[in-house]
T-cell receptor
């Protein structure tokens, strides 16, 4: 079956702009989680959506937001971009039952903020 | 705040050598997962350990979950160049029921032929 698809794969923005990243989970998976990966901080949890509801949220400022659609596809948005937002943004899908279970990651969207 | 500390951060060894990567925390986790990530790709799950003291083997890889469910180790026997990559441990909180994992900083392994 098709894996997790993230778009775009690469993008360059300037400070102050906003960006929207998209994630299509594996068919049948109802949970989508977003992580930020940087060399200094590693992978950090942003938020998780299950059945269109945000079920958990990490310690990121309100500039980071997300949503999930009825077909389980998810988007995350970062507004007023800062240089420190440069990172690989990873989306992971799972069945979403009790507990985290196995996460299936996409290849990520690499964001560079100039 | 739950933290996972991985060591070592970097490891460069010759083909055929053995190695162990450690993942430690002061917190209890309901489960711990090990992922491997290659450049340009997302992490891929290798194994999940759930029971304290559990040992799982995946070919040349042996994973162990500490008795108190606070630490874990990954041992690779006779490493091969194909084992090169970033190894990540990730813990699920003891009372978590959502898709949130706490990741360690990762161990970058380079196996030279």
């Amino acid at each position: 079956k098709a894996g997790v698809t993230q778009t775009p794969r690469y993008l360059i923005k300037t400070r102050g702009q906003q960006v929207t990243l998209s994630c299509s989970p594996i068919s049948g998976h109802r949970s989508v989680s977003w992580y930020q990966q940087t060399p200094g901080q590693g992978l950090q949890f942003l938020f998780e959506y299950f059945s269109e509801t945000q079920r958990n949220k990490g310690n990121f400022p309100g500039r980071f937001s997300g949503r999930q659609f009825s077909n389980s596809r998810s988007e995350m948005n970062v507004s007023t971009l800062e240089l420190g937002d440069s990172a690989l943004y990873l989306c992971a899908s799972s069945l979403g039952g009790p507990g985290t279970g196995e996460l299936f990651f996409g290849e990520g969207s690499r964001l560079t903020v100039l | 705040t739950q933290l996972l500390e991985q060591s070592p951060q970097f490891l460069s060894i010759q083909e055929g050598e053995n190695l162990t990567v450690y993942c430690n925390s002061s917190s209890v986790f309901s489960s711990l997962q090990w992922y491997r990530q290659e450049p340009g790709e997302g992490p891929v799950l290798l194994v999940t350990v759930v029971t304290g003291g559990e040992v799982k083997k995946l070919k040349r890889l042996t994973f162990q979950f500490g008795d108190a469910r606070k630490d874990s180790s990954l041992h690779i026997t006779a490493a091969q160049p194909g084992d090169t990559g970033l190894y990540l441990c990730a813990g699920e909180g003891a009372f978590s029921n959502t898709g949130k994992l706490i990741f360690g900083q990762g161990t970058t392994l380079q196996v030279k032929p």
